[in-house]
């Protein structure tokens, strides 16, 4: 079915940058929210931010508000995660996922309101 392939993690130093990139396959891309979670070792995955069907609205988690941005290419049905400002905290292995009915993307912020999901890719922030 639906598939989703996360790339760009990595190690960074902290105040660093990243630009995750998700590709998306195997569905009409542009009917779906589309959210990133990320999930640390030993701690449950945690919502990181989601994005309209036409990329028009955005939502994020608390802990990146002003420093993640996500947004999307419906023309290339990818979703991206730019990351800014990176912190210890934010290591994780990052996840893109795609969101089920209903669109409301304030209120997708739990793994339950997700359908299909990526690998995941690694984001480390160490000095």
């Known amino acids: 079915q639906a598939q989703l392939v996360e790339s760009g993690g990595g190690l960074v130093q902290p105040g660093g940058s990243l630009r995750l990139s998700c590709a998306a396959s195997r569905f009409t891309f542009d009917n779906y929210v589309l959210g990133w979670f990320r999930q640390a070792p030993g701690k449950e995955r945690e919502f990181v931010a989601a994005?309209?069907?036409?990329?028009?609205?955005?939502f994020n988690a608390d802990s990146v508000k002003g420093r993640f941005t996500i947004s999307r290419d419906n023309a290339k049905n990818t979703v991206y995660l730019q990351m800014n400002s990176l912190k210890p905290e934010d290591t994780a292995v990052y996840y893109c996922?795609?969101?089920?009915?209903?669109?409301?993307?304030?209120?997708?912020?739990?793994?339950?309101?997700?359908?299909?999901w990526g690998q995941g890719t690694q984001v480390t922030v160490s000095s």
């Open positions: 994005v309209s069907r036409g990329g028009g609205s955005t």
């Open positions: 996922a795609r969101g089920t009915q209903p669109w409301t993307i304030a209120t997708k912020t739990r793994p339950y309101e997700y359908d299909y």
